[in-house]
């Protein structure tokens, strides 16, 4: 066999083909056709009654506003670190890369156990928080903060290897120019990452929105103030009403496609472009 020369035998293409089509079959296209059926058993109206209850849509607006402070925030810092890490070089850099990752190896359960010390009566600002009249555990504020930490790396992790990659000599050639820093970042930097961003900010709030441990801690579970779609999926099946509970994880079904939509075209735009 000639050097290099690529194994071009048809059957265990055939055969990888059919293994990858069999696992993502049984593993992700069954279960979303389970979810839509057993939704629709009984019937349209009681599909509609259930995606309409008040209680559904109340959780379906905090799911929706935890998702959009998320992406909100952690755009915003990931935007920030990322130039910060990839431009400057300074003692503790690394160190500094590695606490962002820390949402993804600690437990999100963990993180809501974290946040109830923290910010609870029986936190170390607990004192100060009551007495200025602020909830912040059990309440709104709690599920928004928790949020935020679970998808804290997501647009980070996207935009830093971008930034890194490409290096600064074009924005010290500008600078040397007389270019001023929004316009370098307008003009130079932001061309290159745009895909990137929007790749991580797509990434954040698919993360965002399917969000359980943490803010199940957190949340209290109160019925119509702070519970999210996940939860409130979670009451429904502990009530064994499974009919409401698949008709309400038919939305998270119905936002996650719409993601994954978006998650491909941004993926196909960046390919496009030759990845910038």
Not at 158 to 174: I, S
Not at 190 to 219: D, N, Q, T
Request: charged fraction near 15%.
């Amino acid at each position: 066999m000639a050097v290099g020369k690529r194994n071009t035998n048809p059957i265990v293409k055939y055969v990888l083909i059919f293994v990858s089509g069999l696992f993502l079959f049984v593993m992700l296209v069954l279960p979303l056709i389970v979810v839509v059926v057993n939704a629709l058993k009984d019937g349209w109206t009681v599909y509609r009654q259930s995606i309409t209850d008040i209680y559904a849509i109340k959780a379906l607006g905090l799911t929706l506003l935890a998702s959009v402070s998320a992406v909100a925030v952690n755009t915003v810092f990931g935007l920030f670190a990322s130039y910060l890490l990839s431009k400057f070089y300074f003692r503790g850099r690394q160190v500094l890369a590695a606490l962002i990752d820390i949402p993804f190896s600690i437990s999100p359960v963990i993180a809501g156990l974290v946040f109830i010390l923290t910010f609870g009566n029986i936190g170390w600002m607990g004192g100060f928080l009551k007495a200025h009249h602020i909830k912040i555990v059990f309440a709104v504020p709690g599920v928004i903060l928790a949020t935020i930490f679970v998808t804290f790396p997501f647009v980070f992790r996207e935009l830093f290897p971008v930034m890194n990659a490409y290096g600064k000599d074009e924005e010290e050639a500008a600078a040397l120019m007389g270019a001023k820093g929004f316009t370098i970042f307008r003009k130079i930097t932001f061309p290159h990452v745009k895909w990137a961003l929007l790749y991580g900010m797509i990434l954040c709030g698919a993360r965002a929105m399917g969000e359980f441990g943490a803010v199940s801690v957190i949340s209290g579970h109160l019925r119509g103030k702070t519970n999210t779609l996940p939860l409130h999926v979670e009451i429904l099946c502990n009530e064994f009403n499974t009919t409401a509970a698949f008709a309400v994880s038919s939305l998270l079904v119905l936002l996650s496609t719409l993601i994954l939509a978006a998650r491909s075209l941004a993926e196909w735009k960046k390919k496009k472009r030759g990845g910038n």
